[in-house]
């Protein structure tokens, strides 16, 4: 498929545009240690905080915000491939040394190969709801994902989401009430019992704590919002700017990591 992003131009990634075959291959046994990688190690400067992006699309958000905020490392996700061009030859051109775009699938990296508190925000946004429930386990959104987003977190890190799809937000908030604290309990960060996160489904999940609290939730506030987002807008990706034209709602929020960890085990 090709959406004529370049409008005749060639699309040139340059260094800032990775793919799968640039990575050392998983090993035959994925989760041991020989499977994990540091992509802080991919920047000229790998001691600077470090932010995902999960979906560039156009590279709106990921290009605005690597502008204007130089001292931070981002990577993005994507896996339409065009996208992934078209977003890696914007940020080259652009001249940002401090942002790499890999063409992969992010929920599967980041389960396998990405080392544990390395990362101080992840973005989530406008990701594809899938619809139709025989889809439904193509969303990002998963049990496996939280778990790992709360393993590759910093403490104190974040998980920022902004959707406008209204069946794929009562389904992130089912999600979200199994992994934060009920309202007026502080979180906690602790299970009482062990936590089994299986690779293949999301309903394979099991556990005898059903307030697993290891996120408090917080709205998406002023001190989420980026500082390249026009006024009124919640991230100034081109999918808000698209579905506000259209008058459509936006749902967000912020799970934000509290102390504790669970115990993984991977089947």
């Known amino acids: 498929m090709s959406f004529g992003l370049g409008r005749g131009r060639a699309l040139d990634p340059g260094e800032i545009g990775l793919t799968l075959d640039d990575l050392p291959p998983l090993p035959d046994a994925p989760r041991a240690s020989a499977a994990v990688l540091d992509p802080r190690t991919w920047y000229p400067h790998p001691e ?46 652009r001249g940002l040394e401090n942002v790499r775009v890999l063409h992969a699938d992010a929920t599967e990296f980041l389960h396998w190969r990405l080392p ?108 989420h919002r980026p500082g390249a987002a026009a006024e009124g807008e919640l991230v100034g990706t081109n999918f808000e700017r698209k579905y506000a034209r259209e008058g459509r709602p936006f749902h967000a929020a912020v799970l934000r990591v509290v102390r504790g960890r669970p115990e993984h085990s991977m089947e």
């Not at 932010?51 to 896996?79: C, M, Q, Y």
């Not at 990362?119 to 994902?145: E, G, T």
Request: charged fraction near 30%; aromatic fraction near 12%; charge should be negative.
């Open 48 to 93: 600077r905080p470090f932010e995902i992006e999960i979906g560039t699309g156009k590279g709106a958000f990921l290009l605005e915000e690597a502008s204007h905020r130089p001292e931070v490392n981002f990577l993005g996700f994507e896996w339409a491939r065009e996208f992934f061009q078209y977003t890696a030859d914007r940020c080259r051109r």
């Open 116 to 223: 544990d508190g390395v990362v101080d925000v992840v973005h989530l946004y406008f990701s594809d709801p899938w619809p139709k429930p025989r889809h439904h386990k193509r969303r990002v959104v998963q049990d496996r994902f939280l778990a790992d987003v709360h393993r590759i977190l910093v403490p104190g890190g974040e998980l920022r989401i902004v959707t406008d799809h209204e069946g794929y937000w009562g389904w992130m908030e089912e999600h979200f009430k199994r992994w934060t604290a009920p309202e007026g309990v502080e979180p906690s960060g602790v299970l009482s019992t062990e936590f089994r996160v299986p690779s293949n489904s999301d309903s394979e999940l099991r556990t005898q704590n059903s307030e697993l609290r290891l996120f408090e939730r917080l709205p998406f506030g002023a001190a």
